[in-house]
């Protein structure tokens, strides 16, 4: 969540922190670079989560351009790095996490993380790969390559009294049970794997029940139950149950059944249909479809769908790239400007009133898009 919006702006507040009192334990993930606007967020929240959590992670453009995530790591922003964590644990009865990215060097990396304990951070998320080099274009991607567990390992030789978690290749349970064991961290993280499978975390096997036995007997018992029991379906469907209890943004819907279903929509050529349904009950009756065709194995392929599919495909392609790349030079322009970095994407986003309409009407189309 952005600290500022949230800090400010009520509307935001509501839509983006949902909860209920069951939804526990809970922590409150925020982006931001000032210690004053992220306390007075952490405040509307403190009562209602168990933990804050700053987010030094994230390797986008969108964090390039508003100065946040990954590059606040660079050691020109250390100190205001320092101030935030101080000025959130000093003031803020519960925890602060912090999650971060590796820096170039592993020394400096546990030199980083040694501050960050020093200053009031009670767990450390590592996200054992680099972050994008958005300026230089050199080194590696966001995510290119597996992560470098190896490091993790040193991070928490280094510092065994802090509390660490190991992020990066974990697709399985399998790499669960061999992250725990290599990194000796104190917990794992999944992003990407636990969005493909939500039920990656599910089997109940703890790492005392695997000390009598080999990790991989126990894996590969795992791996067969999981294989045996997890039908993406049928968990989209109890995913659609929760959120006719639960509410959410209708994209956020269509976005987890995207990565949880991805494999039998296509198989079943109803993916694109889910991308444009319109509601939750068009996309839970889409689920019962592809369902349908599993269980009583009478899909028929359709070659011109396909076709129409790819075509629709390809020019949605296109114009994304064009809007993401007009996105990204507004806010580079308003950050040179030292405006807001949604200035001139707000422009022109309000609804116009009647009046206003036939005022424009009655003018040049040059003149009404400047008066716009």
């Given at each position: 969540?952005?600290?500022?919006?949230?800090?400010?702006?009520?509307?935001?507040?509501?839509?983006?922190?949902?909860?209920?009192?069951?939804?526990?334990?809970?922590?409150?993930?925020?982006?931001?670079?000032?210690?004053?606007?992220?306390?007075?967020?952490?405040?509307?929240?403190?009562?209602?989560?168990?933990?804050?959590?700053?987010?030094?992670?994230?390797?986008?453009?969108?964090?390039?351009?508003?100065?946040?995530?990954?590059?606040?790591?660079?050691?020109?922003?250390?100190?205001?790095?320092?101030?935030?964590?101080?000025?959130?644990?000093?003031?803020?009865?519960?925890?602060?996490?912090?999650?971060?990215?590796?820096?170039?060097?592993?020394?400096?990396?546990?030199?980083?993380?040694?501050?960050?304990?020093?200053?009031?951070?009670?767990?450390?998320?590592?996200?054992?790969?680099?972050?994008?080099?958005?300026?230089?274009?050199?080194?590696?991607?966001?995510?290119?390559?597996?992560?470098?567990?190896?490091?993790?390992?040193?991070?928490?030789?280094?510092?065994?009294?802090?509390?660490?978690?190991?992020?990066?290749?974990?697709?399985?349970?399998?790499?669960?049970?061999?992250?725990?064991?290599?990194?000796?961290?104190?917990?794992?993280?999944?992003?990407?794997?636990?969005?493909?499978?939500?039920?990656?975390?599910?089997?109940?096997l703890s790492l005392e029940d695997t000390q009598s036995t080999s990790i991989s007997t126990a894996s590969e018992s795992i791996s067969n139950h999981v294989s045996h029991s997890f039908n993406s379906l049928s968990i989209a469907l109890e995913y659609l149950d929760l959120v006719e209890l639960y509410p959410v943004k209708l994209k956020s819907v269509v976005f987890h059944i995207r990565r949880m279903c991805r494999e039998p929509l296509t198989r079943y050529q109803l993916?694109?249909?889910?991308?444009?349904?319109?509601?939750?009950?068009?996309?839970?009756?889409?689920?019962?479809?592809?369902?349908?065709?599993?269980?009583?194995?009478?899909?028929?392929?359709?070659?011109?769908?396909?076709?129409?599919?790819?075509?629709?495909?390809?020019?949605?392609?296109?114009?994304?790239?064009?809007?993401?790349?007009?996105?990204?030079?507004?806010?580079?322009?308003?950050?040179?400007?030292?405006?807001?970095?949604?200035?001139?994407?707000?422009?022109?986003?309000?609804?116009?009133?009647?009046?206003?309409?036939?005022?424009?009407?009655?003018?040049?189309?040059?003149?009404?898009?400047?008066?716009?």
């Amino acid at each position: 969540m952005n600290s500022e919006l949230f800090a400010n702006d009520s509307a935001y507040r509501e839509m983006e922190f949902q909860t209920v009192p069951s939804d526990r334990p809970l922590v409150a993930h925020f982006s931001g670079n000032d210690p004053q606007t992220m306390l007075a967020a952490a405040k509307f929240v403190e009562s209602k989560c168990d933990a804050i959590d700053l987010n030094l992670g994230c390797p986008q453009r969108i964090a390039h351009a508003g100065h946040f995530g990954s590059y606040l790591l660079d050691d020109n922003d250390r100190d205001l790095v320092i101030n935030i964590i101080k000025t959130l644990s000093e003031n803020i009865s519960i925890p602060i996490f912090v999650k971060i990215r590796l820096l170039d060097k592993l020394s400096d990396t546990i030199t980083l993380c040694q501050q960050l304990v020093t200053a009031g951070a009670s767990l450390i998320a590592v996200h054992a790969r680099y972050r994008v080099n958005l300026v230089g274009r050199t080194g590696a991607g966001a995510r290119d390559g597996p992560a470098m567990l190896d490091q993790v390992t040193e991070i928490k030789k280094a510092i065994p009294s802090a509390y660490i978690i190991s992020n990066g290749n974990v697709r399985c349970w399998e790499d669960v049970l061999n992250n725990l064991r290599d990194t000796g961290a104190d917990g794992v993280m999944s992003a990407e794997g636990l969005l493909d499978t939500p039920t990656l975390f599910s089997p109940s096997l703890s790492l005392e029940d695997t000390q009598s036995t080999s990790i991989s007997t126990a894996s590969e018992s795992i791996s067969n139950h999981v294989s045996h029991s997890f039908n993406s379906l049928s968990i989209a469907l109890e995913y659609l149950d929760l959120v006719e209890l639960y509410p959410v943004k209708l994209k956020s819907v269509v976005f987890h059944i995207r990565r949880m279903c991805r494999e039998p929509l296509t198989r079943y050529q109803l993916l694109e249909e889910c991308l444009t349904a319109t509601s939750t009950t068009k996309i839970k009756d889409i689920i019962l479809q592809a369902r349908s065709y599993q269980e009583n194995n009478n899909f028929i392929f359709d070659e011109m769908k396909e076709r129409r599919v790819k075509e629709a495909s390809q020019r949605k392609t296109y114009e994304e790239g064009k809007r993401k790349r007009f996105e990204e030079r507004m806010i580079r322009k308003a950050k040179r400007e030292k405006k807001d970095l949604n200035f001139y994407l707000n422009q022109g986003t309000e609804t116009p009133t009647v009046e206003e309409l036939e005022i424009l009407r009655d003018m040049s189309l040059q003149d009404a898009f400047i008066r716009w």
